[in-house]
């Protein structure tokens, strides 16, 4: 799809414990120039500058400074992974049905991560600003919607497995958003908007508002919808084919 495994990987993973520790140098000096002063406005040189080694040996880990960025939403969204898989592991093992939990372990976490970084909103900036690192959170953010949508088929199989899979993506991606703004709000907002998000994703994903099969946008019911909100929004009937009003 994109040729994201040549300009934005890092060049090497460091295996001794002195490579590891200039690594995550480097990592730790250009989260606080992205927090301090914006990505746009550091230079490679300067992260080598803050973490106080050559700029060679930074070029040695990272080939480009949008590298870096890609490290860190890698660590973040692994971690968002990890904490939504070990979640479904124990939802699975305990039995009963708490999949409203799976969403709220996974705002509480995106919102966790997030809040400790203060150099976030310059790196989902970043993300979002490139074809490569876009089409990689595309790909996590599908991959953890199947997750979702999985368990919910499995303790529920009577639900439509479109609509569990649509509600899931959807789920996912809202909190991704809301959570990311939630982070620019003060308390005691934050903390309502982040409460809110649980109770409007808890009911997205219940099972019991999933009837057997929802209706598609080609279906004739849909179709009906579409008409009469159409005519309503004109403020006149639709009319047939004749172009007489339908009586």
Same mark, same amino acid.
């Given at each position: 799809?994109?040729?994201?495994?040549?300009?934005?990987?890092?060049?090497?993973?460091?295996?001794?414990?002195? !490579?590891?520790?200039?690594?995550?140098?480097?990592?730790?000096?250009?989260?606080?120039?992205?927090?301090?002063?914006? &990505?746009?406005? /550091?230079?490679?040189?300067? +992260?080598?500058?803050?973490?106080?080694?050559?700029?060679?040996?930074?070029?040695?880990?990272?080939?480009?400074?949008?590298?870096?960025?890609?490290?860190?939403? /890698?660590?973040?969204?692994? !971690?968002?992974?990890?904490?939504?898989?070990?979640? +479904?592991?124990?939802?699975?093992?305990?039995?009963?049905?708490?999949?409203?939990?799976?969403?709220?372990?996974?705002?509480?976490?995106?919102?966790?991560?997030?809040?400790? @970084?203060?150099?976030?909103?310059? +790196?989902?900036?970043?993300? /979002?600003?490139?074809?490569?690192?876009?089409?990689? @959170?595309?790909?996590?953010?599908?991959? @953890?919607?199947?997750? +979702?949508?999985?368990?919910?088929?499995?303790?529920?199989?009577?639900?439509?497995? !479109?609509?569990? &899979?649509?509600?899931?993506?959807?789920?996912?991606?809202?909190?991704?958003?809301?959570?990311?703004?939630?982070?620019?709000?003060?308390?005691?907002?934050?903390?309502?908007?982040?409460?809110?998000?649980?109770?409007?994703?808890?009911?997205?994903?219940?099972?019991?508002?999933?009837?057997?099969?929802?209706?598609?946008?080609?279906?004739?019911?849909?179709?009906?919808? !579409?008409?009469?909100?159409?005519?309503?929004?004109?403020?006149?009937?639709?009319?047939?084919?004749?172009?007489?009003?339908?009586?």
């Amino acid at each position: 799809m994109f040729d994201v495994e040549n300009r934005t990987l890092v060049k090497r993973l460091p295996q001794q414990e002195r !490579s590891q520790a200039r690594f995550e140098a480097v990592l730790k000096a250009a989260l606080r120039l992205f927090a301090a002063r914006g &990505y746009e406005n /550091t230079s490679m040189r300067e +992260i080598a500058r803050e973490a106080r080694m050559p700029i060679a040996t930074v070029y040695q880990y990272f080939p480009m400074k949008l590298a870096i960025v890609r490290e860190m939403w /890698t660590r973040y969204t692994t !971690s968002i992974t990890e904490t939504l898989t070990e979640g +479904i592991r124990n939802f699975l093992k305990d039995g009963t049905d708490q999949s409203n939990h799976l969403t709220e372990i996974i705002i509480d976490k995106m919102a966790e991560l997030q809040a400790s @970084n203060p150099a976030f909103i310059e +790196i989902w900036s970043c993300v /979002t600003a490139s074809i490569e690192l876009r089409a990689l @959170n595309v790909e996590d953010t599908l991959h @953890n919607a199947r997750a +979702i949508a999985e368990v919910l088929q499995k303790t529920h199989p009577e639900c439509d497995p !479109s609509a569990v &899979y649509d509600r899931a993506l959807i789920a996912i991606e809202t909190a991704s958003a809301t959570t990311r703004l939630a982070l620019t709000l003060p308390e005691p907002h934050r903390a309502r908007v982040l409460f809110s998000l649980k109770a409007a994703l808890s009911l997205l994903l219940d099972p019991t508002t999933m009837g057997e099969h929802e209706p598609s946008l080609g279906s004739k019911a849909n179709r009906r919808t !579409s008409v009469g909100t159409k005519a309503t929004r004109n403020g006149k009937p639709p009319r047939g084919k004749t172009g007489r009003s339908n009586r």
